[in-house]
């Protein structure tokens, strides 16, 4: 088997990286979660592990066309060398619909430029930072859409409620047909909510990993409770997502 990086094991690679979020303000808050920033240094490469959850992402890199990532079915992998920054704006689920004045699934697993959306014109400040990004982004904010606070809610309620396993569960709690709580995802959140009913679960994991020097966490009974069929079907699930065993996820951070 390949040796580890090292750097991967317990949190090591925070200490070559800084990393920062700033509030959208009162204008983008409808549409933007928050605006992030990170920089790094790393003399040898390394390979950052990207894990996605449902929402949008806008990423402005000095001397890069400034790219918009969709929604990613599976996590992603990021080579950090040298000296290296990128800020970005996390898009509320949802959120994205009204710039891209399209189907949020047709960026589902794809990274464009913002001269392919619509709604986004210009270019923002280079190499900017948060207040650049978000002075760029205020003049473009597009009129309430009903739609935006409906997918942000939806998600939010799978978010805080681990009783929700199942897609005609939800169906019901949104009081819509599965067809209809399908194709309102597709339109606004970009992906399945089976997929973001999954990913909620599975972050539970890794929070009770996070708890584990408090209490050893009990696989079986949290695949259980979370709604797995078994510890295998769990397990099998984490690893497709975050493309490493559950062990391996936890020694890493």
């Given at each position: 088997?390949?040796?580890?990086?090292?750097?991967?094991?317990?949190?090591?690679?925070?200490?070559?990286?800084?990393?920062?979020?700033?509030?959208?303000?009162?204008?983008?808050?409808?549409?933007?979660?928050?605006?992030?920033?990170?920089?790094w240094s790393y003399a040898e490469p390394y390979s950052q592990v990207v894990v996605p959850f449902p929402s949008v992402h806008l990423t402005v890199r000095p001397g890069c066309a400034p790219e918009v990532h969709g929604v990613a079915t599976s996590r992603g992998i990021r080579v950090l060398e040298g000296e290296?920054?990128?800020?970005?704006?996390?898009?509320?689920?949802?959120?994205?619909?009204?710039?891209?004045?399209?189907?949020?699934?047709?960026?589902?697993?794809?990274?464009?430029?913002?001269a392919d959306v619509p709604g986004l014109r210009g270019t923002p400040a280079e190499p900017g930072g948060p207040d650049e990004l978000r002075a760029w982004l205020e003049p473009l904010a597009p009129p309430p859409d009903p739609g935006v606070e409906w997918a942000a809610e939806t998600v939010a309620?799978?978010?805080?409620?681990?009783?929700?396993?199942?897609?005609?569960?939800?169906?019901?709690?949104?009081?819509?047909?599965?067809?209809?709580?399908?194709?309102?995802?597709?339109?606004?959140?970009?992906?399945?909510?089976?997929?973001?009913?999954?990913?909620?679960?599975?972050?539970?994991?890794?929070?009770?990993?996070?708890?584990?020097?408090?209490?050893?966490?009990?696989?079986?009974?949290?695949?259980?409770?979370?709604?797995?069929?078994?510890?295998?079907?769990?397990?099998r699930d984490f690893a497709a997502l975050f493309g490493e065993p559950l062990t391996r996820y936890a020694a890493r951070y």
């Open positions: 088997m390949k040796e580890r990086d090292s750097r991967e094991i317990g949190g090591a690679w925070r200490q070559a990286q800084q990393h920062g979020v700033a509030e959208p303000g009162p204008v983008l808050a409808p549409f933007v979660a928050s605006i992030w920033w990170a920089r290296g920054r990128v800020t970005g704006v996390e898009f509320r689920p949802g959120g994205f619909r009204p710039f891209l004045r399209s189907r949020v699934a047709a960026l589902t697993d794809r990274v464009v430029t913002v309620l799978v978010a805080a409620d681990p009783a929700l396993m199942r897609v005609d569960q939800l169906a019901q709690r949104c009081g819509t047909s599965v067809r209809g709580l399908q194709r309102r995802f597709a339109e606004y959140v970009g992906i399945g909510p089976k997929w973001v009913i999954r990913r909620y679960r599975l972050r539970e994991v890794t929070e009770r990993m996070a708890q584990q020097h408090a209490e050893p966490v009990r696989w079986a009974e949290l695949a259980a409770e979370l709604g797995f069929a078994d510890q295998a079907h769990m397990a």
